[in-house]
Each structure stands twice: as structure tokens, then as C-alpha cells.
């Protein structure tokens, strides 16, 4: 505790780290004021049965992604989602369209070219999902949700829909300006911590909601609740490990003689990632699934019926199948894309080095591309099982709200951003020559960020 203490002594010390998380939470305060701003028109006391159906299903996990503003009809109501929609769609351009590829390879010039991209695709994006999401907003609303100063409501116009479409755009545009800032002026990974925001601001009513249902049901309750604890204490363990396991390759580099010095004659090791995709895979199978309930218009999953019928349906059979084996399949993808072993190879050969028992060169890349499949295997099924948690503890009776919180998107983004600002802060006190957060002063990131 004392050395707890001593550390937040520390980091109010250091006056760039102050400035930094003081602006974050700046930050933060606006995007979680913004959630409940409603779009003008639209009586922000008549949103219960919109409210209701935003619990559960697809439209559950939106509304917790953008931290409740979906199911208050905000202007933040699609959120940060877009963004990273438009920003998976340009990582996939980048792996196969020769264009893209080009730009990647400018520097910065290239990556401006490509976040200017991002943005206008993202406009496309939100221009696509705000009249589904209003239409949905409509139906869930009463007839008396009419505010007597805006009554086009009733009979929408074109007025009420141009202005509530581009209100959305504002909205998402701003929450990923906002994340941005975070990234260039705060503690970093803007637009991840933006989504953590959201997914920890559901967490307090999840489990409130979770302790009544359980004390409802007397004293056998009370125990379901602890052992449903103990349950997502050993998941939350297996998320980090998975994030933070490595496989160590050990890498020989032979002696040269340059002068009067000698150099290599030493061993090293080279980290390969259990799981080097990170929590893009789910991202990627998530994008696609929301598909679905995005062409449906955000109806309620009951009123579907039929293929989009299954795959809204987060409990299902079918929409876990298929989430379950796309996560496999986008890990080996991603992971393929992003750990060019041939590279790796030609590295370790320039620098005189060698793995032991292993000819330099092709045999080597043979020999790391035999190793990551291997390793991301049992990496890629945990990381799809983590992912079809939630629908797993819903069939032992855990409320949907809180059963979100046992996996998916929502579990490995939290310990992913958690980390990576934990070692945001780490990094400038060890700089500025402070104790860091642990003993050993390192604290593993992930990869793969958004």
C-alpha cells in the first residue's frame, strides 16, 4: 500500500505525466457528458422501451461499446464503432491493393494520406448507419415522446432527418477527434481507451443488476454470485496471460573481430507473440457480424426472422459457430500479414546470427513460420473461446448485461488498455529515473492496437 502511495506521490511529481492524465480525464469528462445529450426532437423521458431493448442482443453490446449513449438516442449513439470499421477496412486495402500499399510505405506523408481516407470513409460509414439507427429510435419511442416544441417528430421530415444524420456524423467525428487528442496530448492509445471508457462506465449498473437478480433468489444466490466471481477472476487471469505469453527463440550471433573490438559471440532471444494478432481478430469477426443487425436497421431481433434472425442473436448457436471460426481463421490471417518471418530471417542473417541447429536464410524462415503456427493454434482457439464467453455464462443464467464482461471485445480490451497505460505511466517514471508500478519495473503491452 505504502509503495502504492508513493508512486501517485511520484507521478504528480513529474510535471509532463501530470499535465498528461489531468487532460486525459479532461478528456473523458466531455465524452461521458456527450452521451446523454439527445438528438434535438426526441423527449429524453419517453426512452425506456428504447432503453430496454438496447440491454440485450447485438444492440446490448452497442450500447455498451459507446458507454450507454446508444440507448439514450446521443448524438455520441454510434460512437467510436465507425471509425474503427473504416479503420479495419483500410488495414485490409492495405494487404492487398497495391495503392494502399504505396502509401504505407510514404512515412508520414503516406500515413496522413491514409487517416484523411479513414475519415471520409467513416463519414460514408455513419451516412449509412444513422437512418436505420433514427428509424429504430422512431419505433421504440411512444406517440406522447413528441415535445410539444418539435413537432415534426411525429411525421418525420426530411428537416428532422438531414439534421439528426448529421448530428451522428458530428458525434462520431468528434468522439474520434477526441480520442486523437488522448493519443497526442494525454497518455496515449486515444481511441482503445475511449472504448474502455465506455465498456467500464456499464460495468457499475451490470452489476447491480447481476447482485439483484442473484439476492432475489434467496440464499442459493448469494453463492451462485461468488462462484460467477471466482469464474470471471480465473477468465481475467487467462486474458492477461494470453496477452503477455511469448515463445523465446534463442538466436546465436557469431564473433567479429572489427579493429581492436570484438563484437557478438553472445545469445539473445527473439519474443514471438502466442497471440501477435492482439485483439484485432475479434474486431475484425465483430465488424462482420454486426452486418446483420445494421442491414435489419436495428430492429429488435424477435421482429427477424430467418439467416439475419440467427446471426443477431449473441446466444445463438449459429452467431457463436461462426464467430468462433472466424476468429480462428482472422487470427492466422493477421498474424500471417503482420509477422513477416522472411524479414525476420534476412534480419538475423545480416546481423551475423544464427538460431542453433537451424541454416540461416530460408530454413530459418521455415523454422519461425513453423513455430507461429504452432503457437498461434492454442493461442487463436483460447482467444476465440474468450471471445464466445459471454453467450456461454448467459446459458447459466448470468444477466446479459453482465455477462459481457466474461469475454469478447469487451474483456480484452479492458486488460489490453489497461496495460498499455500502465506501462504509458511506467515508461516516464523509469525515464524521469522513479520506482515503477511493479518490482521488476516492466510491464508487458499488447500488440495489435486499434
Request: charged fraction near 15%.
Amino acid at each position: 500500500m505504502n509503495r502504492l502511495i508513493e508512486t501517485i506521490r511520484n507521478i504528480f511529481k513529474i510535471e509532463e505525466l501530470r499535465k498528461r492524465i489531468l487532460f486525459t480525464i479532461l478528456i473523458i469528462l466531455i465524452y461521458r457528458f456527450g452521451s446523454f445529450v439527445v438528438i434535438p426532437g426526441i423527449d429524453p423521458n419517453k426512452l425506456s422501451a428504447l432503453q430496454d431493448s438496447s440491454t440485450q442482443g447485438l444492440l446490448g453490446l452497442l450500447n455498451m461499446f459507446s458507454g450507454g449513449a446508444f440507448g439514450n438516442a446521443s448524438v455520441f449513439a454510434l460512437g467510436i464503432m465507425p471509425y474503427i470499421t473504416a479503420s479495419i477496412i483500410i488495414q485490409l486495402l492495405g494487404m492487398a491493393v497495391p495503392y494502399f500499399q504505396r502509401m504505407q510505405k510514404e512515412g508520414e506523408s503516406g500515413r496522413k494520406k491514409l487517416n484523411q481516407i479513414m475519415r471520409y470513409l467513416t463519414v460514408i460509414i455513419v451516412a449509412i448507419q444513422a437512418p436505420g439507427y433514427i428509424k429504430n429510435v422512431l419505433v421504440q419511442l411512444p406517440n406522447e415522446a413528441v415535445t410539444p416544441f418539435d413537432p415534426y417528430v411525429s411525421s418525420p421530415g426530411f428537416f428532422f432527418w438531414f439534421s439528426s444524420v448529421v448530428l451522428l456524423i458530428a458525434g462520431t467525428l468528434l468522439v474520434m477527434w477526441l480520442g486523437e487528442k488522448i493519443t497526442d496530448k494525454g497518455i496515449g492509445n486515444g481511441i482503445s481507451l475511449i472504448i474502455m471508457i465506455g465498456i467500464i462506465a456499464r460495468l457499475p449498473g451490470a452489476f447491480v443488476g447481476e447482485c439483484a437478480a442473484r439476492f432475489a433468489q434467496g440464499g442459493t444466490g448469494l453463492l451462485v454470485l461468488v462462484i460467477e466471481l471466482i469464474v470471471l477472476f480465473f477468465v481475467m487471469v487467462g486474458t492477461i496471460a494470453l496477452v503477455q505469453g511469448t515463445r523465446k527463440i534463442p538466436v546465436q550471433y557469431a564473433k567479429r573481430v572489427v579493429g581492436n573490438r570484438q563484437y557478438g559471440g553472445v545469445r539473445q532471444y527473439i519474443p514471438l507473440k502466442v497471440n501477435a494478432a492482439g485483439v484485432m481478430p475479434i474486431i475484425f469477426a465483430q465488424a462482420i457480424m454486426f452486418l446483420p443487425i445494421t442491414v435489419a436497421g436495428f430492429r429488435q431481433t424477435e421482429e427477424l426472422s430467418g439467416f439475419i434472425a440467427a446471426f443477431t442473436n449473441i446466444n445463438g448457436f449459429w452467431y457463436n459457430f461462426a464467430f468462433f471460426l472466424m476468429i480462428v481463421a482472422f487470427t492466422y490471417f493477421y498474424t500471417a500479414v503482420t509477422m513477416n518471418t522472411n524479414q525476420m530471417a534476412e534480419d538475423i542473417k545480416k546481423n551475423g546470427g544464427f538460431i542453433p541447429g537451424v541454416k540461416p536464410g530460408k530454413k530459418t524462415a521455415e523454422y519461425l513460420d513453423t513455430i507461429m503456427s504452432r503457437i498461434t493454434l492454442p493461442g487463436a482457439i483460447f482467444l476465440a473461446i474468450v471471445a464466445i464467453m459471454p453467450a456461454l455464462v448467459s446459458l447459466m443464467g448470468v444477466t446479459s448485461a453482465f455477462a459481457h464482461f466474461y469475454g469478447g471485445t469487451s474483456l480484452l480490451i479492458l486488460v489490453g488498455v489497461v496495460l498499455d497505460t500502465l506501462q504509458q505511466i511506467e515508461s516516464h517514471l523509469l525515464m524521469h529515473h522513479y520506482d515503477g508500478l511493479t518490482k521488476t519495473g516492466r510491464i508487458k503491452g499488447r500488440v495489435g492496437r486499434m
